[in-house]
């Protein structure tokens, strides 16, 4: 596996441990692992979540544009599938839901040792691998096919004014947004004993 990803030119093991574990830092500072943030974004009495989001989404954006633009990075815009957006989106509501969790936080919490992550990362796998193998089966539902849809691509002499609009977009909502922080019910109960 470590032989597969140095080939692809990602960067070494080392940057992508490092920047791995960074990651996995943030979340655990900001406690998105735990299930009353998500129980609270999901009730729109937490803004933690989507904050972060569109902090990350717009830094990114911006970052990654600038790194394209300059030939530092490379990237492959996957084709637009209705079908397999709607069908994605119900499965992975549908997981956020049941377990309380992004996919990014189960590692982050099953290296905390909760089951509860660890089950949803035993499901998501093989999920992926029901996903692989099916897949030239199931190809026909996952269409209609609208190619590779780009939004600069609609600008073509303005992509990194629309990359930046988009991203300082972003980061201003995040900045307005409410903070708000969502209390259990149950925690005031328990208090109150």
């Known amino acids: 596996m470590f032989d ?3 080939k692809e030119e990602h960067g070494s093991i080392l940057t992508i441990l490092v920047i791995g574990f960074f990651f996995g830092a943030i979340i655990l500072y900001s406690r998105l692992d735990k299930f009353e943030k998500m129980a609270g974004f999901l009730l729109f009495e937490d803004t933690l979540a989507i904050r972060m989001a569109m902090t ?3 830094l990114s954006s911006i970052g990654f544009y600038f790194l394209v633009a300059n030939g530092y990075a490379s990237f492959d815009v996957k084709p637009t599938l209705l079908g397999g957006l709607i069908i994605g989106a119900v499965l992975f509501g549908t997981g956020l839901v049941i377990l309380g969790k992004c996919p990014a936080a189960f590692f982050v ?3 905390e040792g909760r089951i509860d992550a660890l089950v949803g ?3 998501g796998m093989v999920g992926g691998a029901v996903f692989t193998y099916f897949y030239p089966y199931i190809q026909k539902i996952m ?3 609208f190619g590779k849809i780009r ?4 600008f073509t002499e303005y992509g990194m004014v629309i990359t930046v609009v988009f991203g300082v977009l972003l980061l201003v909502g995040a900045y307005l947004l409410p903070s708000l922080e969502y209390k259990d019910p149950a925690d005031f109960k328990n208090s109150k004993d």
């Open 56 to 58: 990350t989404v717009g």
């Open 121 to 123: 990362v035993i499901g």
């Open 109 to 111: 919490s099953v290296s």
């Open 143 to 145: 269409e209609p096919n």
């Open 4 to 6: 597969i990803i140095a």
């Open 151 to 154: 939004l600069p691509d609609f």
